[in-house]
Structures are given as structure tokens and as C-alpha cells.
């Protein structure tokens, strides 16, 4: 197949790309940089630029007959996007707005998108299933629905199919130790973690301890890269197999939560292999984490024929401890 990658120069992006590159597919990436790093976009062809940009879209469709796009270019700060309403509805809903219509006019009709559980809310249950109201709390989690709403409609009126894959918490990297983490500024607890474990930062903050959960902290539902990458991977011959059409959506977790001193213990145990431990300080809530959040990830299984091969929570961390080494020989 021939696939545009847009974001593939980012974290789940360039993981992705590496995984279709390994099976033979020809990858164009497209990436403004904004968040992306070229270090990371070692396969396919990596064309900068923005989707905002349709002078480009058009020449890259007029140029590559694609069989697919898989589109993770977008802003995913909660916090930021409460502040910033506006970067969210512009990048995340008009510029995939724009992605989609010069994907009409040239007729590529399959198309797999980044959603997210924010898209979800305060959980009325877990694990969330697919039936689980979607009342998100944020403008983040608000423009991901709306590309969801949009990608109905495009299926309707230009039979443009799609799978929405809704993340719960993407963490770990590249088995091979070539591909990682690397946000910045970085938010997410498990690299936040191992950067205390190796020195890159003083210590790790537990926000909150007075959850209802058994030991106070927030439970997420960790998924492997590879394992989500999997996933893009069926979608995306389901389509053009034509054995799925229409506007398809499915959630993306393990099934299973842990809770951020699990993870924090599970971490210790990994990097005290190498004689390295680490600070944990109490701080508040963070405002607008639910306490728990587990996806009920059934239907992808049974439509997908999708199975993670790496939900052992000590393999995830060895691999982005693995990465969170090589990267600070990076730096
Ligand atoms: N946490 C800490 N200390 C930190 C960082 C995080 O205790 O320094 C806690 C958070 O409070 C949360 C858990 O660790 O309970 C996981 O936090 P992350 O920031 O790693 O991930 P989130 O669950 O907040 O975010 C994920 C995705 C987002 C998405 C969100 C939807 O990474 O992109 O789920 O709810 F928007």
C-alpha cells in the first residue's frame, strides 16, 4: 500500500510509520516539526509542511496515488487546551476539516484517525465501552469528537470510510530501542518517571492521593505502541480490503488499569537494575483527571481481530526505559 503518515514525524506517528515501512508499504510522512522531530522520521519520505497548507495537500495527492491516510498530527494538551481554545478547534477541526476535503477530491476513501478517551468525559462507568456517552470536559477532547462527527457525515455524503481509534494512555516505545517518547515540554507519567530515574529532572510528583481508588491515585489503562500502532495497521486493511466500511469507531486500551504508584513502583523495581532509584513528592489533583479511566477494548478485538503482544506492564517500562537512555546520550 501507499500511505500518507500525517504527524509521522511525532511519537505514535513515527512508530507507526516504522511498523508499515517493516511491512512493505510505501510511507510518504507529512509533519510541520511543530512537535515532530526529524530524528524520528527515519522511514518513509518526510515532506515539512502543514495540513493547513491545501496548495500542498494537492500536490502531494496529485503526485502519490494514495491508498490511505492515518492522521495524528494534532495539539493534545488537556491543560492547554482550556487555555487555548482556539489552537485546538483550528489545528485538531479545521485543518483535518481541510485534510479530508482534498482526500474527497481525489478520491481516497480511507482514512484512520487519532481520537482519544477524552473524547469520552467523566466515565459514567469502566471500562468504557463503545455505547459509553461521549460528553467531553475539554476543548481537547471536544475536537476530537467533532472530527468523529464530521467523519460520519463524510461517509454519508462521499462514502469516505474511517476508523476512529480511541487511545486510552500510548506510552512505551520502539522494541528496538530506535523510537521513543519525546515531548516537550513532557507531561506524561511514565517518561516523567524514568526522567527522575535517570537525573533529567529531580523528582516525580503524585498528583493526588485522595481518589477513590484502592491506594488513593488515579488508574489509567497503559498500551503499548506497538500494540496501538497493531491496531492502525488493521484498520487500515480492513478498509482497503473492503472488508469494513462506513464511520467505524473503536476504544484502545489493555483492559486493564493500573494506578500511578503501581507505576511508579513498577518503574523502581525495572531501574534499580542499573543502580538507579528516585524522588517521589505528594502534590494536588490535577484538575480534570478522572479517576479512573479502563477501556473496554471487546469490540476491536472481535471486528479487528486486534491482540496486544505487549500488556506486561515491566516490558512496556524496559522498553521506554531503554529509549529514555539512548535519549539522554541524545541530548
Ligand atoms: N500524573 C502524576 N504526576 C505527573 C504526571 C501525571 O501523578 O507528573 C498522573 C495524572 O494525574 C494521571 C496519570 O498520572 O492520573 C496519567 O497522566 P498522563 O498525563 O500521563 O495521562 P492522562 O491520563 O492525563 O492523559 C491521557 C493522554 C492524553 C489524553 C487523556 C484523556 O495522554 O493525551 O489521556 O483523558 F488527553
Redesign the pocket.
Known sequence: MQVLVVGGAGYIGSHMVKQLSRAGHSVVVLDNLSTGFCELACYGELVVGDSADTALLESLFSKHKFDGVMHFAAA?L?GESMQHPGKYYRNNVVNTLNLLEVMVRHEVNHFIFSS???TFGEPVYVPIDEAHPQQPINP??ASKLMIERMLQDFYSAHGLSSVSLRY???CGADPEGELGECHEPE????P?ILQAASGRRES?????RDYATEDG??I?DYIHIEDLCSAHALALEALVQGKKQGALAYNLGNGHGYS?QQMIDAVQRVVSEDGCSLIVEEGAR?PG?PAT?VADATLVKQELGWQPQYAMLDIIIRHAWAWEKRRNAWL
Open positions: 493534545s488537556v482519544t478517551a477524552a481537547y477532547g486510552f494512555n500510548a507531561t506524561h507519567l511514565i516523567l516525580i510528583t503524585v498528583f493526588g491515585t488515579c489509567r500511578v490535577r483527571d479511566l
